[in-house]
């Protein structure tokens, strides 16, 4: 079992004790249901082989069928790199792991996904672009991320990520200072200088780099980029929907790496670029889920003006209210305010 599972069930055994409140239908705090919950049974099974007592209630089907479940959820939950992390990443894992079993997808969802109170598929959003068999016009260099941390989603539509300078592409323009630095910092950290080596990582900090720890317990020096999200314009943090804006963008990209076609920089230095995630492409997930506007000043795709359209028409995130202000409209009268 990996670190990540056993972490997450030691977090929902937690919580299971800190909450003797609402209890949910497997017997976990109501605060557990979901991802933690599936987890949680996942943990407990590889352990005693034992599925969730109370799973006979939501399904009909013998104990025995009932394990060959859990086994296959548990070889895909630790195939799984990153491991779900939201309730429709987890059922999107269920779904596809039982269909792959024969079983049909109505027992799939008023069993397993109604028991752990997870997303049934026709609330899921589809995405259909691809990732392009060629670059796109203006796009002016790719490359690939490590890992994205969550602290790294400013908004809805800006996130902070590293790219390592093994990267052909990196690795010849570092800074000879940067280079030195880090191999005094390593140095500094073999004799336990640790003061000497805090010191030089702000240094190479202050030039736009960072040494990434890897899960693998490996080092690497990688470059920083802010990237601003191609073509879409989500709320702010301080207007309505900018947290709920932000904490999907996190969502969708925390603890993965992206795939980034990049556009050139704006005003503020951040590279303008078209971001992929797992063979989605991040933006047209924001337009449908309700998260950003179309930003038709900067970008004409009738693609994005066509999922906006949609969610508009379904009243999703942002447009579930009235009249959403623009978020380069609220920037402007702030501007002006000052």
Same mark, same amino acid.
């Given at each position: 079992?990996?670190? @990540?599972?056993?972490?997450? #069930?030691?977090?929902?055994?937690?919580?299971?004790?800190?909450?003797?409140?609402?209890?949910?239908?497997?017997?976990?705090?109501?605060?557990?249901?979901?991802?933690?919950?599936?987890?949680? =049974?996942?943990?407990?099974? %590889?352990?005693?082989?034992?599925?969730?007592?109370?799973?006979?209630?939501?399904?009909?089907?013998?104990?025995?069928?009932?394990?060959?479940? #859990?086994?296959?959820?548990?070889?895909?939950?630790?195939?799984?790199?990153?491991?779900?992390?939201?309730?429709? *990443?987890?059922?999107?894992?269920?779904?596809?792991?039982?269909?792959?079993?024969? !079983?049909?997808?109505?027992?799939?969802? $008023?069993?397993?996904?109604?028991?752990?109170?997870?997303?049934?598929?026709?609330?899921?959003?589809?995405?259909?672009? %691809?990732?392009?068999?060629? !670059?796109?016009?203006?796009?002016?260099?790719?490359?690939?991320?490590?890992?994205?941390?969550?602290?790294?989603?400013?908004?809805?539509?800006?996130?902070?990520?590293?790219?390592?300078?093994?990267?052909?592409?990196?690795?010849?323009? @570092?800074?000879?200072?940067?280079?030195?630095?880090?191999?005094?910092?390593?140095?500094?950290?073999?004799?336990?200088?640790?003061?000497?080596?805090?010191?030089?990582?702000?240094?190479?900090?202050?030039?736009?780099?960072?040494?990434?720890?890897?899960?693998?317990? *490996? %080092?690497?020096?990688?470059?920083?980029?802010?990237?601003?999200?191609?073509?879409? =314009?989500?709320?702010?943090?301080?207007?309505?929907?900018?947290?709920?804006?932000?904490?999907?963008?996190?969502?969708?990209?925390?603890?993965?790496?992206?795939?980034? !076609?990049?556009?050139?920089?704006?005003? #503020?230095?951040?590279? @303008?670029?078209?971001? #992929?995630?797992?063979?989605?492409?991040? $933006?047209?997930?924001?337009?449908?889920?309700?998260?950003?506007?179309?930003?038709?000043?900067?970008?004409?795709?009738?693609?994005?003006?066509?999922?906006?359209?949609?969610?508009?028409?379904?009243?999703?995130?942002?447009?579930?209210?009235?009249?959403?202000?623009?978020?380069?409209?609220?920037?402007?009268?702030?501007?002006?305010?000052?």
């Amino acid at each position: 079992m990996g670190n @990540v599972l056993r972490s997450l #069930y030691r977090q929902s055994e937690h919580s299971a004790e800190g909450d003797s409140g609402s209890i949910g239908p497997h017997g976990v705090s109501a605060s557990t249901v979901g991802v933690s919950a599936l987890d949680r =049974d996942l943990f407990n099974f %590889e352990i005693t082989s034992q599925v969730p007592a109370g799973l006979s209630s939501h399904v009909v089907a013998s104990r025995k069928a009932q394990a060959n479940w #859990y086994g296959k959820l548990l070889e895909a939950w630790k195939e799984a790199k990153p491991p779900p992390r939201t309730p429709e *990443e987890a059922s999107r894992l269920i779904i596809n792991t039982l269909k792959g079993m024969k !079983l049909p997808l109505v027992l799939i969802s $008023q069993g397993l996904l109604a028991f752990y109170g997870l997303p049934l598929p026709h609330a899921f959003v589809e995405t259909s672009v %691809e990732f392009p068999a060629s !670059l796109p016009h203006g796009v002016q260099f790719q490359f690939q991320t490590l890992p994205v941390d969550p602290k790294a989603v400013a908004d809805g539509d800006t996130i902070s990520v590293y790219v390592s300078t093994a990267d052909p592409r990196e690795s010849c323009s @570092v800074p000879r200072d940067v280079q030195i630095a880090a191999v005094e910092r390593s140095d500094a950290r073999a004799v336990r200088d640790y003061a000497r080596a805090d010191a030089l990582h702000q240094t190479i900090i202050n030039s736009g780099y960072r040494v990434i720890h890897l899960q693998n317990g *490996e %080092e690497v020096l990688a470059r920083k980029y802010r990237i601003r999200l191609r073509g879409i =314009d989500a709320p702010e943090g301080l207007m309505p929907h900018g947290k709920e804006a932000t904490e999907e963008l996190r969502s969708i990209v925390q603890g993965k790496m992206l795939t980034v !076609l990049a556009y050139g920089q704006d005003q #503020y230095g951040r590279c @303008v670029g078209d971001v #992929y995630c797992n063979g989605i492409f991040v $933006q047209e997930m924001m337009l449908k889920k309700g998260m950003a506007w179309h930003y038709v000043a900067y970008d004409q795709r009738a693609e994005f003006a066509k999922w906006e359209k949609e969610a508009r028409a379904k009243r999703l995130g942002l447009w579930a209210s009235r009249n959403p202000k623009e978020p380069w409209e609220w920037r402007k009268n702030k501007r002006d305010a000052t």
